[in-house]
Structure formats: structure tokens, C-alpha cells
Nanobody, 124 residues
Framework: QEQLVESGGGLAQAGDSLRLSCAASGRTFSSAGMGWFRQAPGKEREFVATISRSGLNTLYADSVKGRFTISRDNGKNTVYLQMNSLKSDDTAVYYC?????????????????WGQGTQVTVSS
């Protein structure tokens, strides 16, 4: 079973950058699409970015397009989320997830395994 552990969250100022990492311990990482989601207090979990198993295809939420970049290193079983030009609206718990298939997806039901999340707080 895939286990996912996020890291890299913390406190940032508006305009700063953070890079989140998600390390996978299972043997299926390289065959799974991966995604990042986030959940702010009082809100539903929402899609942020996704990447296919090859890394060739990515998709972003409109709210982060042009500021965030998802990438993966299949040799290290790790997926990353580079977050630039952070805004206070980006404050949330960020979760990485492994999809059931090899393509990326923006839909929560398409994901099988989830990490515990890492808190990102952006002050304005």
C-alpha cells in the first residue's frame, strides 16, 4: 500500500515561495498519477495541481496557475509543489494523493491514497 508523507509547509509572508515535497513509500509510485489538494478552515478540500505518471502532463487550478508548479522524480519516489508569489488565500492544509490510474486528475474520487497533510500559512 502506498504511504505518502508531505513536508515543506510552514509560515510564509505574502509574495514568498515554499516548496512542498511528498515522499511515497510504496512500489507503485511511478505508475500512478499524483495530485496536490488543499483544504482551508471551513472549506471543502479542493484541487490544486496534478501530474501524470510520466510527468509529461500537468493540470492546475485556475487560482494557482502561473504561480505553482508540480513536478515529480520517479527515481526518488517524490512529488513536489513549488509555490511562488504566495497569497493569504493559499493558507490551507496541503495534501498529496496518489491516483488510481496513471493519468492526472482534478477529481478527489480518482485518488486512492492520501497523505496526512502539511500546513501552509501565508500572512499578508
Amino acid at each position: 500500500q502506498e504511504q505518502l508523507v508531505e513536508s515543506g509547509g510552514g509560515l510564509a509572508q505574502a509574495g514568498d515561495s515554499l516548496r512542498l515535497s511528498c515522499a511515497a513509500s510504496g512500489r507503485t509510485f511511478s505508475s500512478a498519477g499524483m495530485g496536490w489538494f488543499r483544504q482551508a478552515p471551513g472549506k471543502e478540500r479542493e484541487f490544486v495541481a496534478t501530474i501524470s505518471r510520466s510527468g509529461l502532463n500537468t493540470l492546475y487550478a485556475d487560482s494557482v496557475k502561473g504561480r505553482f508548479t508540480i513536478s515529480r522524480d520517479n527515481g526518488k519516489n517524490t512529488v513536489y509543489l513549488q509555490m511562488n508569489s504566495l497569497k493569504s488565500d493559499d493558507t490551507a492544509v496541503y495534501y498529496c494523493a496518489a491516483a488510481k490510474g496513471g493519468g492526472g486528475s482534478a477529481y478527489i474520487p480518482d485518488y486512492l491514497h492520501w497523505g496526512q497533510g502539511t500546513q501552509v500559512t501565508v500572512s499578508s
